[in-house]
T-cell receptor, first 114, second 114 residues
């Protein structure tokens, strides 16, 4: 009965470095979402996958951000040339295919860019 | 653009009190409304999901209501306990394109004092 897992739980990096954040969704969930939560704010949508393809990446802030889900299960969020403003908690969620399905969230990865 | 507002930002109550958290949204064309709980350093846990055709949902000591036409929802917590202390987030799915995206409020931080 595993839930959504995310690794690492914490990531500290220096400005300009490349980082990868991993999400393992609940087994059998076809939909996967990435959100970003800054301090004192609610989560903001980044990208949505249905299966292997990114159905909507309109929330990605710029072209330094990219996400993949090559086999329709695990997803990786990639951030190039990190900036201090990228510091936030990155949350992953998964759900079934229906809009009425609840999104189940992972514990998040706290990214700190020094 | 959909905006979700939660009032109050923080609330402190003595154990045993009943309380109400408020959520408002600017665009009534929603598919679902959800209430989540977030504990420090943890992900989000879905508490209640109300479809747009529904008026309320109940789970244990929690009751959520939805008035779509006025753009409001309330979360009622009966007989509060210290374990209820957390941040409560309200989120909506819009109708139409991008309806899988959740738009969140900033949350209400609840402290229940023993």
């Amino acid at each position: 009965g595993a839930g959504v897992s995310q690794t690492p739980s914490n990531k500290v990096t220096e400005k300009g470095k490349y980082v990868e954040l991993r999400c393992d969704p609940i087994s059998g969930h076809t939909a996967l979402y990435w959100y970003r939560q800054s301090l004192g704010q609610g989560p903001e949508f980044l990208i949505y996958f249905q299966g292997t393809g990114a159905a909507d990446d309109s929330g990605l802030p710029n072209d330094r951000f990219f996400a993949v889900r090559p086999e329709g299960s695990v997803s990786t969020l990639k951030i190039q040339r990190t900036e201090r403003g990228d510091s936030a908690v990155y949350l992953c969620a998964s759900s079934g295919a229906e809009l009425t399905d609840t999104q189940y969230f992972g514990p998040g990865t706290r990214l700190t860019v020094l | 653009k959909q905006e979700v507002t939660q009032i109050p930002a923080a609330l402190s109550v003595p154990e045993g009190e009943n309380l109400v958290l408020n959520c408002s949204f600017t665009d009534s064309a929603i598919y679902n409304l959800q209430w989540f709980r977030q504990d420090p350093g943890k992900g989000l846990t879905s508490l209640l999901l109300i479809q747009s055709s529904q008026r309320e949902q109940t789970s244990g000591r929690l009751n959520a209501s939805l008035d779509k036409s006025s753009g409001r929802s309330t979360l009622y917590i009966a007989a509060s306990q210290p374990g209820d202390s957390a941040t409560y987030l309200c989120a909506v799915n819009k109708l139409g394109a991008g309806s899988y995206q959740l738009t969140f409020g900033k949350g209400t931080k609840l402290s229940v004092i023993p």
